[in-house]
């Protein structure tokens, strides 16, 4: 549609006289300026305009020639701004329903009712048509000033409608592309923010996995001093005691040759039960050998679990041993809920950061042993390799996972444990670690079945752009 001011009227009228009419006042031939027009000019220096714009006026003998017309108008593109309708127009449509037709076609048109009388009051007319602000009357016989009037004013405000419609649509359209780029703009601050907690929990996490590694330096200082020197002491007293077996057995040789010695060495024997202590000394030393190299596997597996000495490099590892390291940490943990087994394949050793290879595993395996029912299960891990890739595989036989809950399950925070039992920060935290070293996590579970989780990394560690290298 043109920019230009909407001036068509469309006229409806069976009165061919009436149609006349209207063409003078609206649509008059153009006639040239008059002498006091050109007169005025020449004083002010000013050119004539026409006190009003012209009109385009279109007609329509009956309603349903006027309703295909203003149907042709508005698929044209140009629609008509009012309409004059006759209110009685035999052997068609009366005005009310023809005013019915054009406003279900355009409910923007503005009508004038034209008509000396009607077959309904003025009150049923508006009652039945119910639209009062676009519709107005105008009685026969008509004066052409107000015929004139109506159309200048009506085409006005239908222009005023249509232009604030127009700017109305453009607020929106702008308001609803601001609304997109908040939007936009307010769910990258929501990622933003849902990164920053995740980091700040890996931060915290880390300062903990360094305690850990803190204390564990300290206890293995202090508890292998002691052991050390039991040890050695130990060692010793193996060979003091093998010595006194020795003396022993001279003494019993000694028996034969003294009879009143002997008799007294046999009651002493008897009173002390030498033949037993002969068997237990060994069996309690062996026993105390086997527990104080336990006290110092449980040591070095808690080193080798928070790898102090590591220093959180990148460093070529074996996964079994840092597996086994781990699992001896949580040997308590596991032991009365369910069975452990190891289905160790073949691997290489793997570039990551071991300590936090081993937190995962332990992440998985603790929560295994949480699933587990009122019986005792069993939990399988697994490992392997694949082209360039190891896996880790944490089995369980408890009580599954629900298809709802399993979605969530990497969120930061969420639990389905009781409150006080549980963060919701484990799997959270896991999934950021197997992210970081390039590699993905996988889980299936079947309620009542038990769940499986995979963990797949790449041999070797490859640097993302941007990364510093660490020293190894």
């Not at 040789?253 to 002997?262: D, G, H, I, M, N």
């Not at 069993?378 to 392997?384: D, E, H, L, N, V």
Request: net charge negative; glycine share 6%.
């Amino acid at each position: 549609m043109s920019n230009l001011p909407n001036r068509q009227i469309l006229l409806i009228d069976d009165m061919p006289a009436i149609h006349e009419d209207f063409r003078k006042i609206l649509a008059p031939p153009s006639k040239d300026t008059s002498s006091l027009d050109a007169m005025e000019a020449a004083l002010f220096d000013d050119a004539v305009e026409a006190a009003i714009a012209p009109f385009q006026l279109e007609s329509a003998y009956q309603g349903q020639e006027g309703v295909a017309l203003l149907q042709a108008a508005l698929d044209a593109g140009r629609p008509y701004a009012v309409a004059f309708v006759d209110m009685r127009m035999p052997p068609g449509w009366d005005g009310v329903q023809t005013i019915e037709h054009l406003w279900k076609a355009d409910p923007r048109l503005q009508v004038v009712v034209c008509t000396a009388y009607s077959d309904a009051s003025w009150g049923e007319v508006l009652a039945r048509l119910d639209v009062r602000d676009r519709l107005l009357i105008l009685k026969k016989p008509f004066d052409a000033i107000e015929v004139l009037q109506l159309a200048a004013t009506l085409t006005t405000k239908w222009q005023m409608a249509f232009d604030a419609a127009v700017q109305l649509r453009s607020l929106e359209e702008a308001v609803q592309e601001r609304t997109r780029e908040l939007s936009s703009a307010n769910a990258a601050l929501q990622v933003e923010i849902m990164e920053r907690k995740h980091l700040e929990v890996q931060l915290v996490q880390s300062e903990k996995l360094a305690s850990i590694g803190q204390l564990a330096a300290g206890v293995a200082h202090e508890i292998n001093n002691p052991i050390g020197y039991i040890f050695s002491n130990f060692g010793t007293l193996e060979g003091y005691l093998e010595q006194l077996f020795q003396m022993l057995q001279a003494y019993e040789l000694a028996e034969s040759q003294e009879p009143v010695v002997a008799a007294r060495l046999r009651d002493l024997k008897k009173a002390l039960e030498l033949d037993y202590l002969k068997e237990d000394i060994p069996v309690l030393m062996r026993e105390s050998k086997q527990g104080i190299v336990r006290v110092r596997q449980i040591v070095q597996d808690l080193k080798d679990f928070s790898r102090v000495d590591s220093a959180h490099e990148w460093e070529w590892a074996d996964l079994h041993k840092g597996i086994d390291s781990t699992l001896n940490v949580v040997a308590s943990e596991i032991k009365y809920r369910a069975e452990l087994v190891k289905e160790y394949g073949s691997i290489p050793q793997v570039e990551c950061l071991a300590s936090q290879i081993n937190q995962v595993v332990m992440n998985l395996v603790v929560n295994a042993a949480h699933a587990m029912g009122e019986e005792r299960g069993r939990i399988t891990i697994r490992t392997g390799h694949q082209d360039q890739f190891v896996w880790i595989e944490v089995s369980d036989t408890g009580t599954g996972i629900p298809p709802d809950t399993l979605k969530h399950i990497f969120e930061p925070f969420f639990t389905t444990k009781p409150v006080g039992k549980g963060t919701g920060l484990g799997l959270s935290l896991s999934y950021g670690i197997v992210q970081k070293h390039g590699g993905r996590i996988e889980v299936a579970s079947t309620v009542g079945t038990g769940t499986t989780f995979r963990i797949v990394l790449p041999m070797q560690h490859v640097v993302p752009i941007g990364e510093p290298l660490a020293s190894v």
